[in-house]
């Protein structure tokens, strides 16, 4: 008896350990750029070996926050060699105010870009309002069939011509970094003169690039914010962009400011709400346009919910309710994808098999649905 005893705390105790590992990975949030997030920002030291050898540019160094706001590991990922380790130790010295998910202080990682400029040359900061001619980057098919999206942050130095000598692309999705290069060395600038003299610039030029999107995308970018377990998460700027213009001001003004410091959770809540539920009257007049945003909710409801049985069963009784209620112009193939997903509720597969069926049915509608629904614009 005192054997099974024993074995019984054992497992307890490990069970434990892997639960405590589990929610811990589950906590550690994503925070991108993180420089105007700091309360304390330390400025880097210029090295003398860096001066002597005229380097300069930026440093990107992914940094680690506790639960109490406090850099706990930083590693230089970009920038010259010789000016790492004066960037990461700054880094080190950076304090945040602690990020809570549900009330609860978490981890955060991200990065922080320092920038380092020679006593000849100027730094311009952000330069897109300065250029004379800035080509607009072409978007990579390849990016779009993978759904990237984002702003691409690309360092460059303009020589005393005003023309892009130097283009390095220092954060932003790999697939989108190239064609972001390409378009910042076709940019050109006014020669920038100091004492009667023309000089080098360096700075960054900053590409948001948003993937057109229709309206099941739409549904399921708002519709994943509003139930997604991460209450910091929040929909892309593509969703935002891709609402239609004219008629949809109020709906673009409350996703606007989702992202405002001052905004609660429980008003990002809400807002959302409000803005999804203005776009489904709105799209009343409009029945397939209506039953393609209903089902992109309901599709972002039923992945966020894939690890509760009931909650599941829930949500596919409402895709079914679209499924018998579709539009008879939506394309037979979309049907029977939708059809098969709200018929999942009623399996006698096991629950882990299940969920990876309707977690695969979820994206193949979604990838049908780009294929023969027109984006908003």
């Known amino acids: ?29 994503k925070g991108g750029v993180l420089n105007g997030k700091a309360v304390s920002l330390p400025k880097p030291a210029y090295p003398e070996t860096a001066k002597a050898a005229k380097v300069s540019g930026s440093v990107t160094v992914e940094i680690t926050i506790d639960e109490s706001g406090n850099v706990i590991s930083a590693e230089a990922v970009s920038g010259h060699p010789l000016l790492r ?23 955060v990682t991200g990065n922080l870009v320092y920038n380092f400029a020679l006593a000849n040359d100027i730094n311009g900061g952000v330069l897109n309002g300065k250029a004379i001619s800035l080509p607009k980057p072409a978007y990579p098919e390849i990016a779009k069939a993978a759904r990237a999206s ?33 378009a910042a060395y076709n940019a050109k ?61 109020t709906e673009r003004e409350l996703l606007a400011g989702l992202d405002k410091a001052n905004v609660t959770n429980e008003e990002r809540t809400q807002s959302l709400s409000t ?33 509760d049985n009931d909650a599941l069963r829930e949500n596919l009784e409402s895709i079914n309710q679209l499924s018998m ?21 009623q399996t006698k597969a096991q629950a882990e098999a299940n969920k990876q069926v309707v977690s695969s049915l979820i994206g193949q509608i979604l990838s049908a649905c780009r294929r023969v629904e027109k984006s908003t614009e």
């Not at 054997?3 to 811990?24: A, E, G, Q």
């Not at 692309?169 to 064609?179: C, D, Q, R, Y």
């Not at 549904?219 to 914010?225: K, T």
Request: glycine share 6%.
């Open 85 to 107: 380790d004066s960037a990461v130790e700054a880094a080190r010295g950076a304090k945040f105010t602690p990020t809570t998910l549900s009330g609860q202080p978490v981890k």
């Open 325 to 345: 209620n579709a539009p008879s112009d939506v394309p037979n193939d979309v049907k029977e994808l939708v059809e098969q997903l709200a018929g999942r509720a």
């Open 189 to 249: 600038f006014s020669p920038t003169m100091l004492s009667g003299q023309p000089v080098k610039v360096t700075g960054n030029l900053v590409y948001n690039f948003l993937l057109p999107m229709n309206w099941t995308d739409i549904g399921y970018e708002l519709s994943n914010a509003l139930s997604s377990k991460y209450a910091t998460y929040l929909p892309s700027s593509s969703a935002l962009s891709s609402l239609p213009s004219n008629g949809y001001e």
């Open 1 to 29: 008896m005192e054997t099974i005893t024993k074995r019984f705390l054992v497992v307890v105790f490990v069970l434990s350990f892997i639960f405590c590992v589990t929610t811990n990975a589950q906590t550690n949030i």
């Open 275 to 307: 803005a999804i539920n203005s776009i489904q009257s709105k799209l009343m007049s409009n029945p397939k346009n209506a039953w393609y945003f209903s089902l992109g909710v309901e599709l972002a409801k039923t992945r966020n919910k894939i690890d």
């Open 150 to 182: 984002g702003t691409v942050n690309v360092q460059v130095i303009i020589d005393e011509s005003g023309n892009v000598i130097s283009a390095s692309a220092i954060s932003g999705h790999p697939l989108l970094k190239a064609s972001a290069v390409q």
